[in-house]
């Protein structure tokens, strides 16, 4: 389930670290929304049921430690929880208007509900929306190119926690090929980030394959990193 939020921006720049605007905005709403809910889900550490990216249609390039971004943004949302999602539509909806500390203020232009999609094969090809973020497994801060050591166990170490904590099941037979991938570095919270922008064929239960393209792939998921796209 997604939505597609088009957002205006007060000044056409915003700091390389942006994604954490986005969810500030994010977390807005739902706490405006339910604040039960919120603490819920932010109160201690868990997997949340929800990814995100955003698309600068306007975007013209990178001055320094800046993007010049333009004044539009659309920030696309998806989740496998239809609470959640109301939620955060009803939020957006009463919080039109969102000052992000002294880098920008967003304006909330429109919501859209994108048609729900549903996969019923054991194979899809995926196309990241947002890059990825693979971690070394028993070292979370390290991140991972398709192309490195130990990408493949923490690849499926991660889907391996997804199955198990929203469809209470393993995903031992799942298969992957990653067929074109491209090692991107992002700043995160003031950190260089390894991450990948792939095509990727993924072979596993439809169930899995629904589960992925809703809630994204990767670790990070909600905070902008993972959101996939069908394109077969």
């Given at each position: ?127 990241t929306l947002s890059p990825f973020l693979v971690n070394r497994r028993q070292h979370n801060l390290q991140y991972l190119s398709a192309e ?85």
């Amino acid at each position: 389930m997604r939505l597609q939020i088009v957002i205006e921006l007060e000044q056409p720049e915003l700091p390389r670290d942006y994604r954490s605007g986005f969810m500030s905005l994010i977390k807005a709403a739902l706490e405006k929304a339910d604040g039960r809910l919120f603490r819920k889900m932010y109160d201690k550490k868990t997997l949340k049921p929800f990814t995100f990216s955003v698309y600068f249609p306007e975007m013209k390039g990178i001055n320094g430690h800046h993007l010049q971004v333009g004044t539009r943004a659309l920030l696309n949302f998806s989740t496998i929880d239809p609470i959640l999602l109301a939620h955060v539509y009803n939020g957006l909806r009463e919080q039109k208007h969102f000052p992000w500390g002294s880098y920008n203020r967003f304006t909330v232009h429109q919501i859209r509900m994108l048609p729900q999609v549903r996969i019923k094969t054991s194979t899809c090809t995926f196309k990241t929306l947002s890059p990825f973020l693979v971690n070394r497994r028993q070292h979370n801060l390290q991140y991972l190119s398709a192309e490195d050591e130990g990408f493949d166990e923490g690849f499926k170490h991660s889907i391996r926690l997804l199955c198990q904590h929203f469809l209470g099941r393993s995903c031992d037979d799942m298969k992957y090929e990653i067929i074109n991938s491209r090692k991107m570095v992002v700043f995160h919270y003031d950190q260089p980030m390894t991450c990948n922008k792939a095509v990727i064929v993924i072979q596993a239960d439809a169930e899995i394959l629904n589960l992925l393209y809703d809630v994204g792939i990767g670790v990070r998921r909600s905070q902008g990193f993972g959101m996939v796209e069908i394109i077969k």
